[in-house]
């Protein structure tokens, strides 16, 4: 398998979203985006380079390979980034409280805790869909620039929820949050499988 070198490729695709005519960003929308290229930029690294070997390695059965996690953060992405755009059409019904739905340190920290494990949903679990592990990585990096230009929309992210079945209601600022947390998440992951002492060389 040849190994990936797609982080240059990526920044290169993304190039447009930051066109001088684009929407002036506040604070909230820059610290999004900066996250967002944050994880992107991580993960992407963590895969470079590997061999078939390497990709496939499993430290055990039951546990992922990094084919498989890659192969879930790509498919996260999308159905993520969906439930955002699916919140941003709905009104906050008229009592709910909006700052109770701000939890962004709490996502923040929580998502990224590794000593906490939970099962994937069926959608996400890895089932060979994109055919390779550098496809995986594409779908995952196209995925990566519409949300990246969802976050430097207009989108009001603090006017809009939905409920996660992990934090409850959380604005959908919170949501975008939860998405490149999630990334992160399992691209710990990955570096967890590399530091396996039988990790191919």
Not at 42 to 68: T, Y
Not at 100 to 116: C, F, G, Y
Not at 132 to 139: G, H, I, K
Not at 148 to 174: N, V
Request: proline share 6%; glycine share 4%.
């Amino acid at each position: 398998m040849k190994s990936l070198s797609v982080l240059a490729l990526v920044l290169l695709v993304a190039m447009p979203l930051v066109a001088a005519d684009a929407p002036a960003m506040n604070a909230g929308q820059e610290k999004l985006v900066n996250e967002l290229e944050r994880t992107r930029d991580k993960f992407l690294k963590s895969v470079e380079g590997l061999s078939e070997a390497q990709w496939n390695f499993k430290a055990a059965p039951e546990k992922w390979s990094i084919a498989q996690c890659a192969e879930h953060i790509a498919a996260a992405e999308s159905l993520i980034r969906g439930a955002v755009e699916g919140a941003l059409t709905k009104p906050l019904p008229t009592d709910q409280d909006a700052g109770a739905m701000v939890k962004d340190e709490l996502i923040q920290t929580m998502v990224v805790d590794r000593s906490k494990k939970f099962s994937a949903p069926e959608p996400l679990v890895p089932s060979d869909r994109f055919g390779s592990p550098a496809a995986a990585v594409e779908a995952f990096s196209k995925e990566r620039v519409a949300t990246l230009k969802l976050a430097q929309s207009d989108a009001d992210f603090r006017a809009h929820a939905a409920q996660h079945p992990g934090f409850g209601m959380i604005d959908t600022y919170g949501w975008m949050l939860f998405l490149s947390g999630h990334t992160e998440r399992h691209t710990l992951q990955i570096e967890e499988v590399k530091a396996n002492p039988d990790f191919p060389k």
